[in-house]
């Protein structure tokens, strides 16, 4: 390989998965863990590499949404190529990647499988060197494990030597002319019936070599590898962002002539409205000041003054919305919050857990990740008055070390 050779990569997510499909019948590269999509982690081993310049996925034709969903986040980038709708076959699928790269075909292809969302930088560095000198180039793990043979119930019928046994993983790797050439005449012969493409290499007579592969490199077949997925990539995450901050904030709001007021975004029936320029959401405006104070980013006087007319009676989910997209862009994510309400009225108690549900929604984390909690401020000082509401917040964030 040439440091110029051009690369790019085909992403098979053609499959209906159905053994790891859960009770809402998702093939398992459209289901969720860690926040995203199966596919989307696997897209994003190959995007956040530097050597990989375009990516096409080979989709189920009854998958288009599922796929547009799925790289929504990926949106703009040019390396990911419009998606192509895939065979009856494993190989008829890859087949079809293949042709959609015809046009300024690269030097180096990957085939890859969408279900393997654990594809290391490693294994793309050794894949890309292996093929320096080689046309094609197989990731595999040496098959550790004592190989038995059974009849088709449950009888043992012999032990399989293991000597030289390799379990074959993706990526793997070729020459794209060559790779297109051994699909196109396998094709030709009526042949297709391959499980992997160092399979139709082999056919075609290219040599073939063993690239080390990693058992982390894991393949999602059932409900089980799912679970184990879910629970590596959690760990994986949050042992990154290990820069973990608090954040709190404050804000009061008086009340004026009216009949509702909104806290938490849920609207209360009451005999007043808090006066305010936007719909004068406090605990809302304490947690935006609170996440924005754990990145040490200003207040939400700074980012949203209130002389500007654009936020007039404006959704205060706005606020936290853009304090969150600030941690995101600073590749953070919100652990928790805790929201605390001073008011003597109205009754925060009855309302307490659309609150919450309401503010997970809004900040895009579980439930239980969100605490509200109300109390009076026995008949003391302003808030004891009736003349207003207070409210104070806590957030916790994580962020990356480096
Ligand atoms: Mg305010």
């Known amino acids: 390989m040439q440091t110029s050779d051009r690369v790019a990569a085909v992403v098979v997510a053609g499959g209906t998965g159905t053994r790891a499909a859960g009770a809402d019948g998702l093939p398992k590269q459209y289901r969720v863990i860690a926040d995203r999509t199966v596919l989307a982690h696997t897209l994003a081993a190959f995007l956040d590499h530097p050597r990989i310049g375009r990516v096409v996925t080979v989709v189920h034709p009854d998958h288009r949404a599922l796929y547009e969903?799925?790289?929504?986040?990926?949106?703009?980038?040019?390396?990911?190529?419009?998606?192509?709708?895939?065979?009856?076959?494993?190989?008829?699928?890859?087949?079809?990647?293949?042709?959609?790269?015809?046009?300024?075909?690269?030097?180096?292809?990957?085939?890859?499988?969408?279900?393997?969302?654990?594809?290391?930088?490693?294994?793309?560095?050794?894949?890309?060197?292996?093929?320096?000198?080689?046309?094609?180039?197989?990731?595999?793990?040496?098959?550790?494990?004592?190989?038995?043979k059974a009849d088709a119930g449950d009888r043992v019928v012999g032990?399989?030597?293991?000597?030289?046994?390799?379990?074959?993983?993706?990526?793997?790797?070729?020459?794209?002319?060559?790779?297109?050439?051994a699909h196109g005449h396998a094709a030709a012969e009526g042949r297709d019936d391959f499980t992997d493409d160092a399979a139709v290499a082999e056919w075609a007579g290219l040599t073939v070599h063993l690239v080390e592969g990693e058992r982390g490199n894991l393949k999602i077949t059932t409900a089980e590898d799912l679970?184990?997925?879910?629970?590596?990539?959690?760990?994986?995450?949050?042992?990154?962002?290990?820069?973990?901050?608090?954040?709190?904030?404050?804000d009061v709001h008086a009340f004026e002539p009216g009949d509702h007021v909104t806290l938490c975004g849920v609207t209360i029936p009451y005999e007043k409205k808090l006066s305010g320029h936007s719909d004068a959401d406090v605990p809302l405006h304490a947690l935006t000041d609170a996440i924005l104070g754990a990145l040490g980013d200003g207040d939400i006087g700074a980012h949203f003054p209130p002389s500007e007319v654009r936020w007039r009676g404006c959704d205060s989910?706005?606020?936290?919305?853009?304090?969150?997209?600030?941690?995101?862009?600073?590749?953070?994510?919100?652990?928790?919050?805790?929201?605390?309400?001073?008011?003597?009225?109205?009754?925060?108690?009855?309302?307490?857990?659309?609150?919450?549900?309401?503010?997970?929604?809004?900040?895009?984390?579980?439930?239980?990740?969100?605490?509200?909690?109300?109390?009076?401020?026995?008949?003391?000082?302003?808030?004891?008055?009736?003349?207003?509401?207070?409210?104070?917040?806590a957030a916790t964030i994580r962020l990356p070390l480096d």
Request: with cysteine; aromatic share 4%.
């Open 69 to 148: 969903e799925a790289v929504a986040g990926f949106a703009g980038d040019p390396r990911l190529a419009a998606p192509v709708v895939g065979g009856a076959t494993r190989q008829a699928s890859v087949r079809a990647g293949l042709a959609a790269l015809a046009v300024d075909a690269p030097d180096l292809v990957l085939v890859h499988d969408a279900a393997r969302p654990f594809l290391s930088a490693a294994i793309l560095d050794r894949t890309l060197a292996t093929l320096a000198t080689a046309d094609a180039a197989l990731v595999a793990v040496r098959v550790v494990d004592t190989l038995k």
């Open 159 to 181: 032990t399989v030597p293991r000597d030289g046994m390799w379990a074959a993983q993706t990526p793997q790797g070729f020459r794209y002319a060559a790779l297109a050439a």
């Open 317 to 393: 989910a706005v606020f936290v919305r853009d304090a969150i997209r600030r941690l995101h862009e600073r590749g953070g994510m919100l652990a928790h919050v805790d929201i605390s309400l001073v008011a003597e009225a109205p009754k925060i108690g009855p309302h307490r857990e659309v609150m919450r549900s309401r503010v997970a929604e809004i900040c895009e984390i579980p439930v239980d990740r969100v605490g509200i909690k109300a109390t009076t401020n026995e008949k003391l000082g302003f808030v004891g008055r009736r003349e207003g509401i207070a409210a104070l917040a």
């Open 227 to 250: 679970v184990e997925a879910e629970r590596r990539m959690t760990i994986d995450r949050f042992a990154r962002l290990a820069d973990i901050r608090v954040g709190t904030g404050y």
